[in-house]
């Protein structure tokens, strides 16, 4: 039985990692040890130190050499040992001349062509692959020698090495590093003191430092002491928590898969600034008018407030009932006809931004159904992809990632919780509870064990979170791959008309009872869940997790994450482009026409549940009162449709659950995840769902 791994995905509490600790696995430096020329002492005198240490190191290996042709099992149980046997060539040619009288005319690269080069060094691959099996390797530069004539030669043989090795006394960071001319440090009698020096140094400087030894312990004339050798290693075993130790090519690997990451995060981020700028072009917003946000960092000179007496600089809030004409409304038929447009037409136009009047058709293709479990509750899974209609521009193509898991063996259709989330990769299993713990029934089996089923969309199947992907996805696709406009939707209503995207699905579904869905999110899929709810009236329930500003938290309390950072070049793509203005001098978060109970109050008289972390655990960012407060505020509206809200205005204590009423909330005693949630959400959702 196939199992699967559904799993939200953390907002805004992932944790950013500083530099270093992300360029070297964590430690502070890189330290590749090579050998090269296949000679004796390799065998003799430094593979036997080296595992006695557990160190591995990377010899490079010249195949027509005496060593090799004599001792080849030796040279063969390196590589069973861990280590790398790198390339040095065939015949270890070199350019002659002045001072290299010792190069050989047949040798002397003067007298190669590049085929030839080519030819030998491919053929080298081969041998080596036939000691070790390996398809990967990493080459060094015969006495560095780099060119035949005016030709590199390395260009040509990008695709057989992962990185070579070159002679210039450098060391440089992961981003410098030129993987087909990496630096070393080459050893001619120095000392262990120096050696350890430059270790220091690139422990200081984050780098990555690579030695080259040829003889060890007198065979050579480039040679290094053995008792000098023994010191260096034992101080690279003593200090290997800091430093990364390791053959060449694992090292070059990390080093080409970071620096691949890093490259298309900063075109990621020169697109998104890009994107910000032409938005605020557009609304006349120069830089020096926009206010910065304070930092999330408690500890920060400009945290954010966690002051609670300094929280409500405000003097009203906007009216629900309140028509803006003056005029009240005492009706649910005004709420409806009037009052409720109103609200809508404004968070439309300021704050989430307009959907396009004809979004294309999504098409969704049931990919695979297996049968799966979750803890002790059967299942059935859907893996869904809904195909959106790309004919009006199909440079862009976009899918709708979907699973939906329905009990097994029902026999009918079942409410049906939808989740903004994200599905690992198949590999992926998560991590197991520690020994002796019973690990907690997943929020999955809880929806199951009621009979009822649960769907995973992931938003960011079809729409990226971040300013970059706006001229993609779905927003990109209606705009044909051009900027937006001020008044145009946001990444959090295009994730919202994916749901409703879902839910069209969900009505052709006949395990799913397409009158009972709920929404269910975290962070900015909590504000994603809201805005879902707020506009989609076939959502029968909403479950808002941590949901901060930008969901229901109040927008003009000064507590925690501001208008001013989600107006950042970090946030903005949520929100309309309009949302800006309210960052940048001369308006403020007291000029918005509508606030965050107003949202809640576009969901009434639906069942609305809010669910914060314990501040002490999750941090105060998301604001568990401002969020409470936007539930609270919203209960005029819910009223004058006929349902209840908390039933008080008193912000209640931690683990204090507010289930009496159409409008929900509880504070759990965990941090950033809705999980100690969800008992008291499916029970306070039973009475809807019986
Ligand atoms: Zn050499």
């Given at each position: 039985m196939k199992k699967l791994f559904l799993f939200l995905l953390l907002g805004s509490s992932v944790v950013c990692h500083s530099q270093f600790n992300v360029a070297w696995q964590g430690k502070k430096c890189a330290v590749v040890l090579t050998y090269d020329d296949a000679i004796n002492e390799h065998l003799d005198k430094a593979a036997p130190l080296l595992d006695s240490l557990g160190i591995k190191a990377t010899f490079y290996v010249t195949a027509f050499s005496q060593s090799v042709q004599t001792r080849m099992n030796e040279w063969k149980k390196l590589a069973v040992n861990g280590h790398e046997l790198g390339?040095?060539?065939?015949?270890?040619?070199c350019l002659g001349g002045k001072g290299r009288e010792w190069v050989r005319p047949e040798y002397d690269m003067h007298n190669y062509t590049v085929q030839r080069m080519l030819d030998e060094t491919r053929m080298t691959n081969l041998f080596l692959q036939s000691l070790d099996g390996n398809s990967k390797r990493t080459f060094a530069f015969t006495c560095g020698d780099m060119k035949i004539g005016d030709s590199s030669f390395i260009g040509a043989m990008k695709n057989d090495f992962v990185a070579a090795r070159a002679v210039r006394n450098e060391m440089h960071k992961i981003n410098e590093v030129d993987l087909y001319n990496v630096d070393c440090y080459m050893i001619n009698n120095h000392t262990a003191e120096q050696m350890i020096g430059w270790t220091k140094k690139a422990m200081e400087t984050n780098s990555l430092l690579v030695i080259l030894f040829h003889?060890?312990?007198?065979?050579?004339?480039l040679n290094v002491d053995v008792a000098a050798h023994r010191e260096f290693l034992q101080f690279l075993k003593q200090n290997e928590k800091d430093i990364m130790i390791a053959p060449m090519v694992t090292v070059a690997d990390h080093i080409k898969t970071w620096q691949e990451r890093d490259k298309a995060a900063r075109l990621q981020q020169q697109k998104t600034q890009a994107d910000y700028a032409d938005m605020l072009a557009k609304l006349n917003?120069?830089?020096?008018a926009k206010r910065a946000g304070p930092s999330?960092?408690?500890?920060?000179?400009?945290?954010?407030?966690?002051?609670e007496s300094k929280a409500?600089?405000?003097t009203s809030l906007p009216n629900p009932?309140?028509?803006?004409?003056g005029r009240k409304v005492t009706d649910a038929k005004t709420w409806w006809n009037k009052r409720r447009p109103e609200i809508a037409e404004a968070f439309d136009k300021e704050i989430y931004g307009r959907v396009p009047k004809n979004t294309p058709k999504v098409t969704w293709e049931l990919i695979s159904t297996v049968d799966t479990m979750f803890g002790n509750q059967k299942a059935v899974a859907k893996n869904l992809l809904g195909h959106?209609?790309?004919?009006?521009?199909?440079q862009l193509k976009v899918d709708i990632q979907l699973s939906v898991i329905t009990p097994k063996g029902i026999g009918k259709p079942v409410p049906l919780v939808m989740e903004f989330g994200f599905i690992f990769p198949g590999s992926f299993r998560p991590p197991a509870p520690p020994p002796g713990t019973v690990a907690p029934k997943s929020w999955q089996e809880q929806v199951l064990e009621q009979g009822w089923g649960f769907a995973i969309i992931v938003?960011?199947?079809?729409?990226?979170?971040?300013?970059?992907?706006l001229t993609e996805g779905i927003i990109g696709l209606c705009n044909k791959g051009q900027y937006r406009k001020p008044g145009d939707w946001g990444t959090l209503r295009a994730w919202a008309w994916g749901a409703s995207r879902a839910i069209d699905y969900f009505e052709t579904d006949?395990?799913?009872?397409?009158?009972?869905i709920g929404i269910e999110g975290l962070s900015r899929y909590g504000k994603a869940a809201v805005v879902a709810m707020a506009y989609e009236p076939?959502?029968?329930?909403g479950f808002i997790g941590s949901s901060g500003a930008g969901g229901?938290?109040?927008?003009?309390?000064?507590?925690?994450?501001q208008v001013e950072n989600l107006a950042s070049s970090g946030e903005?793509?949520?929100?309309?482009?309009?949302?800006?203005k309210y960052a940048?001098?001369?308006?403020?978060?007291?000029?918005?026409?509508?606030?965050?109970h107003q949202l809640v109050a576009l969901c009434a008289p639906r069942p609305v549940f809010i669910s914060s972390g314990s501040p002490n655990v999750?941090?105060?960012?998301?604001d568990a009162k401002g969020m409470f407060l936007g539930g609270a505020y919203a209960t005029p509206v819910y009223e004058i449709l006929g349902k209840k809200g908390y039933g008080t205005m008193e912000y209640p204590?931690?683990?204090?659950?507010?289930?009496?009423?159409d409008i929900a909330f509880r504070q759990h005693?965990?941090?950033?995840?809705?999980g100690p949630n969800w008992p008291t959400f499916i029970k306070w959702a039973s009475r809807y769902w019986k």
């Open positions: 390339n040095h060539t065939l015949f270890h040619p003889g060890v312990g007198g065979g050579n004339p917003i120069p830089m020096s999330g960092n408690p500890s920060a000179p400009n945290a954010a407030n966690a002051d409500t600089q405000y009932l309140l028509l803006n004409n959106v209609d790309n004919s009006s521009y199909p938003p960011t199947s079809f729409q990226a979170d971040n300013g970059a992907g006949k395990d799913v009872d397409a009158k009972r076939r959502i029968a329930i229901v938290k109040i927008l003009r309390r000064i507590y925690g994450e903005y793509h949520w929100f309309a482009g309009n949302f800006i940048a001098d001369p308006l403020t978060q007291n000029d918005l026409p509508v606030d965050a999750e941090g105060k960012w998301v204590p931690e683990q204090t659950a507010l289930i009496d009423g005693e965990g941090g950033h995840t809705t």
